[in-house]
Each structure stands twice: as structure tokens, then as C-alpha cells.
């Protein structure tokens, strides 16, 4: 699978939008870049996932670029419940074998 | 209530003493996985199977077995755990090769090596 970049650290303020972004500069064709987030030590849990197109569901929006070298997770509206380590991932898929790196701990400030 | 389940979710044991930390999904999943998770490492697949009597190693699977002779369970066996296996422990199932591909995680297990 393809590596990923994302930074170690952000502050966001509450009722803001939350920008994360992700690097993966050797992301193949058929890879998808997945998103999920982990709040203090619980399972993490799945946010969205894209290919080429940009994606929104219920809980944030996804940008991925033309080159689909980067992608941006969006939170529109911060709150505090949205402070966890968020990991970036690309993989193929069926392929199942993956492993999550360090991630993005995001810090919503009141 | 679709979901992951582990037992136990903490244990402290002593090296050399086997235990099994089980994992149950009652969603037909095709696909369940073990991580464990290491501060400043991520998380960290150990094994992973594709479906009943299918599994393959992930990323750091020495000194863990897994056993898939259902469906629905997909336990992990320290058979002799040392220290260094000392973490926080997590299930995942998925459908296979269907949907989202979305990963759902149980709770975790806090494990403790002494």
C-alpha cells in the first residue's frame, strides 16, 4: 500500500472547520485513501473513504486532488466529541493487509 | 445491535502463562483482523483472515497464533506472552470484497505482560 504523510498535530476551535490534510505521492490507480479516527483509546472507528471524487457523508467531507497525490478531511463543524487521532490509509481493495501509521491527533478547543 | 466483541477487556498475566483473548461479530463478516497498538507506533496488524480456515500473518504475527473455524470468532493465542507483548489489543471485521470495505473494531483489550 501506499505510505502516507500526515502532520502530528492540530488545534481547532470549536464550531469551526477542521482541515486535515494527508500526503500520498505514491498512491497507484486503483488505491483508495480511507479515513477513520480513534477517540482516547476506544476502537477506531470508520469516517469516509474515496477513490477519485470527492465524497461527503453524514460526518465530514472528503478532497481529494486531481493527481490524487493529497487529500483533505474536512469536519464542518467542530465539537469537542471530535478531538481523536485521525488516520489517513490508502489501500487496494479487497487487499485487507494493512496497518494504520501514526495519524493526525486533533485537538477541538472550546 | 451489530458489533465486535473481545474478552477479556483487561487482563494482567505472567510470562509463560498461555491465554486466548477472544473475538466475536455477529455481522457475517467474511474479513476479521488483530491489531495491537503501541504508543508512538500506530496500530499494527498482526494476523488477518479472509474466512473460515483462511489466515495469513500481518505485519508483526511472532509469537501470536489465530485460529478460523468460524465464521463468527477469530481468537488470538499468546501460547508463551512475553513483556514486550504488553498492549492494548483490537478485533476488526469487514465484509469481504462487498460495501465500503469499512473496518468495524471491538473495544480493544488491555493486556499486561508481568
Known amino acids: 500500500d501506499a505510505k502516507t504523510t500526515q502532520p502530528p498535530s492540530m488545534d481547532c476551535a470549536e464550531g469551526r472547520a477542521a482541515n486535515l490534510p494527508c500526503n500520498h505521492s505514491?498512491?497507484?490507480?486503483?488505491?483508495?485513501v480511507y479515513w477513520y479516527r480513534q477517540i482516547h483509546s476506544q476502537g477506531p472507528q470508520y469516517i469516509i473513504h474515496?477513490?477519485?471524487n470527492n465524497e461527503t457523508n453524514e460526518m465530514a467531507s472528503l478532497i481529494i486532488t486531481e493527481d490524487r497525490k493529497s487529500s483533505t478531511l474536512i469536519l464542518p463543524h467542530a465539537t469537542l466529541r471530535d478531538t481523536a487521532v485521525y488516520y489517513c490509509?490508502?489501500?487496494?481493495?479487497?487487499?485487507?493487509?494493512?496497518?494504520f501509521g501514526a495519524g493526525t491527533t486533533v485537538t477541538v478547543r472550546a | 445491535e451489530a458489533q465486535v466483541t473481545q474478552n477479556p477487556r483487561y487482563l494482567i498475566t505472567v510470562t509463560g502463562k498461555k491465554l486466548t483473548v477472544t473475538c466475536s461479530q455477529n455481522?457475517?463478516?467474511?474479513?476479521m483482523s488483530w491489531y495491537r497498538q503501541d504508543p508512538g507506533l500506530g496500530l499494527r496488524q498482526i494476523y488477518y483472515?479472509?474466512?473460515?480456515?483462511?489466515?495469513d500473518k500481518g505485519d508483526v504475527p511472532e509469537g501470536y497464533k489465530v485460529s478460523r473455524k468460524e465464521k463468527r470468532n477469530f481468537p488470538l493465542i499468546l501460547e508463551s506472552p512475553s513483556p514486550n507483548q504488553t498492549s492494548l489489543y483490537f478485533c476488526?471485521?469487514?465484509?469481504?470484497?462487498?460495501?465500503?470495505?469499512?473496518?468495524?473494531f471491538g473495544e480493544g483489550s488491555r493486556l499486561t505482560v508481568l
Open positions: 455481522m457475517n463478516h467474511e474479513y
Open positions: 490509509i490508502v489501500r487496494l481493495r479487497p487487499d485487507y493487509k494493512l496497518s
Open positions: 505514491t498512491i497507484s490507480g486503483n488505491e483508495y
Open positions: 483472515s479472509m474466512n473460515v480456515e483462511v489466515t
Open positions: 474515496g477513490l477519485k
Open positions: 476488526a471485521s469487514s465484509p469481504r470484497l462487498r460495501g465500503t470495505g469499512e473496518l468495524f
